[in-house]
């Protein structure tokens, strides 16, 4: 028999996802004929799947040892050095992601990620025990590509990551970006609805100028900040948020961003080898309910200095 105390990161859950999370050695069809059971127990009694977890909570599962011998998972620990924080507090990290980092471990398999960077920070500072974790881990709430730079939020407790993929969720996170595009677009701002279909066998996109049969609408809002001869500085709002949408978006209209070989030419006089798109700003526009991390509604971080600005001529 093994058992666990609910703490605050694991509050909140269901018993099967809580489950699932702490005991992943345990089949999902094992775990259901347990509760039924009895197998399971929550404060000594019966409790269902469905059943919500409170902080203090007791459950107990008497099944064979042979289901808890997964070792908590530390490949983090091989990660690299943290990448700059833009802000933190006791909640979250808001940190700006450099070029070539991805999010998450991908085909790859390096252990090298933003999010193991993140963890490994955290355990260094004593705040991640993944020793005392049941079922939370700190996480991403959002997610930019490989080679696209700038501000990526970090949950640092249960709480904070169901909040803010809430607020994300409902429009209440408000991103911007900056890119530099080929051309200057005209009018030099506008309001672009487009819609796409993915072909994931190909990762990338189809853009379309009218509805097409399992396809999404896709909104972006431009501003030319700066331009001269050959290239323009834009300020990017997403309206709604699709997959490669600024990339995708800003070819279709006969712009594409400079270095952005997947839907334009990556061909280009600045030297970029890549898209050059940073995810430039991030404020907080919270309604509804207050949370606990009110105190963020209305402000607004940068990365800081503007990383495209220097290549355009006077």
């Known amino acids: 028999m093994r058992s666990f105390t609910i703490g605050p990161n694991d509050a ?5 996802k809580f489950i699932a999370k702490a005991v992943p050695l345990l089949p ?3 775990m259901y004929k347990y509760l039924r059971l009895k197998r399971i127990k929550r404060n000594g009694k019966r409790c269902e799947i469905s059943t919500r977890l409170e902080e203090g909570d007791l459950v107990e599962l008497y099944i064979n040892d042979e289901f808890f011998d997964a ?8 990660a690299g050095s943290m990448v700059p924080i833009i ?3 006791e909640n979250l990290l808001l940190v700006n992601k450099p070029e070539g980092l991805v999010v998450h471990e991908d085909e790859s398999g390096s252990p090298d990620t933003l999010i193991a960077r ?6 260094g500072k004593g705040e991640y025990r993944p020793e005392e974790e049941h079922s939370f881990a700190p996480a991403l709430c959002n997610r930019i590509d490989r080679n696209t730079t700038g501000l990526v939020l970090c949950a640092k407790n249960a709480a904070t990551l169901r909040v803010m993929n809430e607020k994300i969720r409902d429009r209440q996170v408000e991103k911007r970006y900056r890119c530099l595009v ?10 672009v609805e487009l819609f796409m279909r993915k072909r994931p066998d190909e990762n990338r996109i189809e853009v379309f100028r009218h509805p097409v049969p399992d396809g999404r609408t896709m909104v972006t809002e431009y501003r030319v900040l700066r331009h001269d001869r050959d290239y323009a500085l834009l300020e990017i709002h997403l309206v709604t948020g699709r997959t490669h949408q600024i990339r995708a978006t800003m070819a279709a209209i006969g712009h594409p961003l400079v270095g952005e070989g997947k839907y334009g030419t990556a061909e ?8 050059a798109l940073c995810a430039w700003s991030l404020t907080f526009r919270f309604t509804g309910e207050p949370t606990h991390l009110e105190y963020l509604n209305g402000r607004t971080f940068t990365v800081g200095d503007d990383p495209f600005t220097r290549y355009l001529k006077d």
């Open 12 to 16: 909140g859950q269901r018993m099967d």
């Open 28 to 30: 999902k069809n094992l």
């Open 71 to 78: 070792a908590p998972d530390e490949t983090f620990r091989f």
């Open 87 to 89: 802000y933190e507090d």
């Open 118 to 123: 993140v963890q490994k920070y955290l355990a």
């Open 182 to 191: 080929h051309g200057t677009p005209e009018p030099p701002e506008a309001r």
């Open 268 to 275: 280009n006089s600045l030297g970029f080898r890549h898209q």
